[in-house]
């Protein structure tokens, strides 16, 4: 639950001017709230009837009545069916449009007074979002976050639930940022959230695309369909659209943005801006950044060469939001890696890593990251699983990646939930090369296996755990469980009798 300060607003006021009809208006001469979760209902709350992948919100109209709701946004349909009851009627043909209109505005339109940064894309949005919020922290610059790891509104930080909260949630965490005195705000925003219409109604000062892979086709049918969600975000886009250009997928986003582009690119300078490696190692990279500032040199303690495109991009929207060169530099020196991307395990003579990478693309970069900083000698030994319920399509290219970029891999549980995690691991290792079966492991135990893979690696060796990243639970077709890979880790290391 996110904190809702109180305060009314007439129904009257909040659809001013939207495609919406009012019926009943003398059953709700004010509003004290907007929910969309009828448990969420109170006496005075607006509830709107959204329509949902899994459960249609008209289904619970009665249960928010029953709590006190004295309005309801609804489709025509539904609202034929309310007259009857003593309870205003907001008819429209797109509740979700109109819902997410009447929470910004019930919160005083919080997004316009911030400047609000939207990240999107497959993979390393939280870790850009992380480091936007850090270089501009550092410089003096208050600013939240609503991503996958932390929701921040510049006086509590708390875990996440959702990469994308409920845009009834969103309103009220933006305007406990504006109480609070931020003035930058940067959210991570899913394809889920986008084609929900989640953050419709925001205003986006700067977004930010950084690549595109196969994932989430369960939910969105198709990788175009996919594409197209993500790039709704740059409809709500104003001033400056931040692009990898480095991905198949970003001409089509750059094409699409009204906003002012500003491409990036590694290793190469055709681009507003760009990013050179000059050297990498096991605790980071030396790296050179290149744009309207100039050039930065630094040494980035952020493992792999994807990292260093990450920083790239948080570069230039600190930089365009008035972060000098020199705290960007000063900044970047002292980063913090998010929790769980390439998060390192605390050990003094063993590399282990616990990564998020649960998709083909991001297992591949993030393992060929790894690889090129491998000890002379040394074999990467790869833990790594899929998630039950979630697109399947990638579950043999996943196999096929761990067995051929890793030495070792360990094909192991991630989230089964309602799945049988033994059907997964069948359809994960069908993926894998005949001449490579010899060296995947299948151990169905999670724990069991990220145990045999620390046991078996020597000292010049790395293991990197994959899949669930900063996850503290392990969710199984009838429970939720405790399971956090870093303790795991570091408990199995403590076992070896390795110095931790």
């Not at 932390?150 to 409920?166: E, F, K, M, R, Y």
Request: aromatic letters at 4%.
């Amino acid at each position: 639950m996110y904190p809702v300060t109180a305060r009314m607003h007439t129904l009257r006021k909040l659809i001013e001017g939207l495609d919406a009809r009012i019926d009943g208006e003398q059953y709700a001469s004010s509003v004290s709230s907007v929910v969309q979760h009828s448990d969420r209902a109170t006496p005075g709350s607006l509830f709107i009837a959204r329509s949902g992948v899994r459960r249609d919100g008209s289904a619970f109209i009665d249960d928010a009545i029953a709590k006190g709701a004295v309005a309801v946004v609804c489709t025509p349909v539904v609202a034929n069916l309310l007259v009857c009851k003593d309870v205003a009627i907001i008819e429209t043909c797109d509740p979700c449009k109109i819902g997410a209109i009447i929470a910004e505005r019930f919160h005083g339109n919080p997004s316009s007074k911030l400047k609000l940064v939207g990240v999107t894309g497959t993979n390393g949005k939280t870790t850009i979002a992380w480091l936007i919020r850090h270089l501009l922290s550092h410089s003096g610059v208050k600013c939240g976050m609503l991503g996958t790891i932390v929701c921040d509104d510049g006086i509590v930080a708390n875990q996440s639930t959702l990469t994308t909260p409920s845009f009834c949630d969103i309103g009220s965490i933006l305007h406990s940022m504006v109480d609070n005195k931020c003035e930058v705000a940067v959210m991570e925003c899913s394809s889920h959230a986008l084609d929900q219409g989640r953050v419709s109604a925001l205003d986006f000062s700067i977004g930010v695309f950084t690549n595109l892979s196969g994932d989430h086709l369960d939910y969105h049918g198709s990788a175009d369909a996919y594409l197209q969600a993500k790039m709704k975000l740059f409809d709500s886009v104003s001033d400056y659209a931040v692009i990898n250009m480095d991905d198949p997928a970003s001409w089509s986003v750059a094409d699409h943005a009204t906003a002012k582009v500003i491409s990036c690119r590694t290793q190469s300078d055709a681009a507003s801006a760009w990013v050179e490696i000059v050297e990498e190692k096991i605790d980071g990279s030396y790296i050179r950044l290149y744009g309207e500032w100039g050039v930065m040199e630094l040494v980035l303690p952020l493992l792999g060469r994807h990292n260093a495109t990450n920083a790239l991009q948080a570069v230039v929207v600190a930089y365009t939001l008035g972060v000098s060169r020199e705290a960007i530099v000063q900044g970047l020196a002292c980063a913090p890696a998010p929790p769980g991307r390439l998060e390192r395990v605390q050990s003094e003579n063993q590399a282990v890593f616990v990564d998020f990478a649960h998709t083909d693309d991001a297992l591949e970069q993030m393992l060929w990251s790894v690889r090129q900083v491998l000890p002379e000698g040394g074999k990467l030994h790869v833990v790594f699983g899929c998630g039950g319920d979630r697109d399947v399509s990638k579950r043999p290219r996943m196999g096929r990646i761990a067995s051929t970029v890793g030495d070792i891999a360990y094909a192991t549980s991630d989230n089964p939930r309602s799945e049988d995690p033994e059907s997964i691991l069948d359809q994960v290792l069908a993926g894998v090369p005949s001449d490579r079966a010899q060296r995947v492991h299948r151990i169905a135990d999670r724990k069991e296996a990220i145990q045999t893979a620390i046991l078996a690696a020597s000292e010049c060796d790395v293991v990197v755990i994959a899949g669930k990243g900063h996850e503290k639970n392990q969710i199984l077709k009838d429970k939720v469980i405790p399971f956090d890979d870093v303790k795991v880790a570091e408990e199995a290391i403590l076992e070896q009798g390795i110095s931790v």
